[in-house]
């Protein structure tokens, strides 16, 4: 997209990004996966699209609180038992782009000891990028 040259200076394109969000959830067909929940990590960019450089005022009502969306995150991934990661990074992505202003969506979940030399994880990115 091209943007006229007084619009250049004013506005950018934001993503929004949460990295590292390590938590338990209960994920997984395994027995010992079934048994309780494990360690995984999300990672997630949320991309909001052209935005003001500044936003109107500071005020943090009028803008993505990160806040919310790493709760959000974690209330998904912890609200019940899910058999497949394929399962949960669907359901999590779509929850995200139900966001106010966010175009799309780029989410990463790994489960960090289901082996002993790796971590497994999935990506899935959806919306506008």
């Not at 027995?31 to 936003?55: C, F, M, S, Y």
């Amino acid at each position: 997209m091209s943007l006229p040259p007084a619009t250049q200076h004013k506005i950018g394109r934001q993503v929004l990004a949460l990295t590292g969000l390590r938590f338990h959830a209960n994920l997984g067909i395994l027995e010992h996966e079934r048994q309780g929940p494990q360690p995984i990590q999300v990672d997630a960019e949320l991309n909001q699209g052209w935005q003001p450089l500044q936003p109107h005022d500071d005020d943090i009502r009028h803008v993505l609180d990160y806040r919310k969306v790493r709760q959000i995150i974690i209330d998904e991934c912890t609200a019940e038992h899910v058999n497949l990661l394929e399962t949960l990074i669907g359901k999590l992505a779509s929850r995200l782009m139900q966001l106010p202003g966010v175009i799309g969506v780029r989410v990463r979940i790994a489960k960090l000891e289901i082996f002993d030399d790796c971590e497994v994880a999935i990506r899935m990115e959806c919306g506008q990028w």
